[in-house]
């Protein structure tokens, strides 16, 4: 391994990183490696308490952020400056103090002693400068608005002033307890979403893409406009695995991008499919986004009432892309790909059969009442299992052989939810010395490895948005700033739900330019989402409506993340490959409207079958008639007073009234006898 860089040189999601060698290389490894087993262990053993154990997580964020970011982009990438050697280390040194000093910290609680006071402010200002090395200049700047907020809000006028409060009360809140920096997002962080993550990464290395891809292919490739429908459901697979829409774009978007330009798609059109379709991994069960687990433990709600709640959004989400390429290729004649160039589904399956038993097994889990870390642990630890065993198996001779090898595999891995985890450390110590052995088993050991250093890569962004977020929380705490925005969503909202609504969006999609998705849905959270439960919107929906426009934030411009990853694929302009994939994720903006007035879209209230059948039925019925007003086609083109009559018949469906559905029911009607009519009337002529 010569580089830690993301797998596209021309976008740098998360800032510009460093192509170390030699002796610097081999420390960043062993620190990631020393971050995954730090995690593995937490996970598996429980040997720390809570709050000593997200301090420590956040000091390996450091650690490794300083010494894989530099300054400035402009900066020297080839080497590691002393000073960034300096802060790593004070990062990961002082992470310790709640460790060394924790009964102490308990006992003098609320009263900071001045070397309490200095640690915490170091720390503070290393989240800062790590976040801004990350994620840029726009985090760091809407949190240190509010940590201001915190420090002299006293001085502002009206309702927006607080009671004063000092250094010592802020630095307090801040980092000494779990109101702040340490809060529930690095909890989550720290627990669920760092095995997530290594689970992907994990799954990735071990050839999950390629099997998405040729599944894909196999599937869809051959129908109208095969390349582009590859891109969705290729998409739509990864999200199951990775909840980073960007990294998605970044990995399947290699191959789908090209793939959709070879055959007659724009580059903007290409791009954004791409990107539109990677988005929706975040709301795609079972394991979707980081924000789903930050969400159950901020709810204090299973996570698998979560992802009940997102299964028909986001099946709709999908629906509406897959339903929009279909009209776009109408539109523009294309054809799809060749028998020849596309492989067999089963065929792929047969080969790679073994990596989709890790997701099915976590589905399982997750619905059978598991925690997601346990369902987490059990799933990379099957992943890891069926890696080794696949390189084992190779090497046996005979199919016999081969089926009572993974027979033995199998009842060895489901020994683990019986006996525990020393059970299954035993099984995969056992491969490890089976891999040296064999041939290919030390390439199959060294992917391990990098799927380990990639796991403690990819959690830096998340992890460090978590950790900076709860400067937020911790000022909106200690002042109670989120009840006065509240109150003024109440008033609007006393007159008009719609317009708390769309106020609500408006905020999320401001504050999602430059903020990723996390941050955006803990800063809504606090402050929207308790003003939107108090006007009779259920908990789960309030929560997913901010979540849903903290997504479309990262297709929006002009700071749209998603559609900058595709561009630096497709080469083609971001502004205008983010204004298409706001046209091809209509679906996003209206589903959550949707769920709103209808809870039973999200499974929520008192829902029926019935009534679900309804609303999904409702929701496919607009999604057609938005999709041939977006694209301007159906059976034929359209013309422009007939887009406006689809598009007043498909925003007749979005609400809840009975008057309302009928006129919806009634246009959608009279719009497709005419529209047949029409192209059979220009056929005979």
């Given amino acids: ?317 999908y629906v509406t892309a897959f339903w929009i390429v279909h009209l776009e290729a109408g539109r523009m004649g294309l054809v799809g790909l060749p028998k020849d160039q596309c492989p067999s589904p089963v065929k792929a399956l047969k080969e790679s059969w073994y990596l989709v038993l890790p997701l099915a097994g976590l589905v399982g889990m997750l619905f059978h009442g598991f925690t997601p870390m346990f369902a987490g642990l059990t799933g990379l630890a099957l992943t890891v299992i069926l890696i080794l065993g696949a390189a084992v198996a190779a090497r046996l001779s005979g199919t016999a052989f081969r089926y009572v090898f993974w027979l033995a595999l199998g009842l060895a891995a489901a020994s683990f939810v019986e006996f525990g985890i020393y059970a299954i450390l035993a099984v995969i110590a056992l491969l490890v010395l089976l891999c040296f052995r064999v041939k290919g088993g030390r390439d199959t050991l060294r992917a391990v490895r990098l799927s380990l250093i990639d796991g403690a890569r990819q959690a830096l962004p998340v992890g460090v948005a978590c950790a900076v977020v709860g400067v937020i929380i911790g000022v909106l705490t200690l002042t109670g700033a989120a009840s006065s925005f509240a109150g003024f969503i109440l008033t609007v909202g006393e007159k008009s739900l719609f317009l708390s609504l769309f106020l609500t969006m408006i905020v999320c999609l401001i504050l999602g330019m430059g903020i990723p998705t996390i941050p955006n849905y803990i800063i809504t959270s606090s402050i929207a989402a308790p003003a939107l439960l108090s006007l009779g919107v259920p908990l789960i929906v309030s929560h997913m409506f901010v979540f849903y426009f903290g997504i479309m934030a990262d297709l929006t411009p002009p700071v749209a993340l998603a559609a900058f990853a595709a561009a630096s694929i497709a080469k083609a302009s971001p502004m205008r490959i983010g204004f298409k994939a706001t046209q091809i994720a209509i679906a996003g903006f209206v589903i959550p409207y949707m769920a709103v007035y209808t809870p039973a879209l999200m499974l929520q209230g008192h829902w029926t079958v019935v009534a679900v059948l309804y609303i999904v039925g409702k929701a496919l019925l607009a999604i057609a008639l938005w999709g041939a007003t977006a694209v301007g086609y159906l059976l034929a083109p359209l013309r422009i007073h007939e887009r406006v009559f689809t598009g007043v018949a498909a925003l007749m469906l979005v609400t809840a009234g009975t008057l309302s559905d009928q006129i919806g029911f009634v246009m959608a009607a009279i719009f497709v006898c005419w529209h047949v009519w029409q192209r059979r009337r220009l056929a005979v002529a």
């Fill in 1 to 317: 391994m010569t580089s830690l860089h993301t797998p596209a040189d021309e976008f740098q999601e998360h800032g510009a990183q460093r192509t170390l060698s030699g002796t610097a290389l081999k420390i960043v490894i062993g620190a990631a490696l020393t971050f995954s087993t730090y995690q593995l262990i937490v996970a598996g053993f429980s040997p720390l308490s809570s709050l000593t154990m997200r301090s420590l997580h956040v000091g390996f964020l450091l650690l490794l952020t300083f010494l894989m970011y530099p300054a400035l982009k402009s900066g020297k990438l080839t080497s590691i400056v002393w000073y960034d050697w300096l802060l790593a280390a004070a990062g990961f040194a002082l992470s310790f103090y709640h460790w060394i000093f924790e009964a102490d910290l308990i006992q003098r609680s609320g009263d900071p002693t001045t070397a309490d006071l200095v640690v915490g402010t170091i720390m503070v200002v290393l989240v800062f400068e790590a976040t801004r090395r990350i994620l840029g200049l726009a985090l760091p700047l809407v949190c240190g608005t509010f940590l201001l907020y915190g420090l002299f809000g006293q001085y502002l006028p009206g309702p927006l002033s607080h009671r004063a409060y000092g250094f010592d009360q802020i630095v307090n809140q801040l980092w000494l307890g779990t109101e702040g920096i340490l809060g529930i997002p690095v909890m989550v962080s720290a627990t669920y979403i760092f095995l997530f993550i290594l689970f992907g990464a994990f799954l990735e290395h071990a050839g999950m893409i390629k099997l998405f891809n040729s599944v894909a292919l196999g599937l869809v490739g051959r129908a109208k406009g095969g390349p582009a429908k590859v891109a969705v459901i290729s998409s739509g697979f990864m999200g199951t695995i990775s909840g980073s829409g960007v990294a998605n774009v970044l990995t399947v978007g290699q191959f789908t991008i090209p793939l959709m330009k070879r055959f007659g798609y724009s580059s903007i059109f290409a791009g954004a499919v791409e990107a539109t379709s990677s988005m929706g991994g975040q709301i795609m069960p079972p394991v979707m986004g980081a924000v789903a687990f930050i969400m159950a433990e901020t709810l204090n709600v299973p996570y698998v009432d979560i992802v009940k709640a997102a299964v028909i959004p986001a099946i709709l989400y």
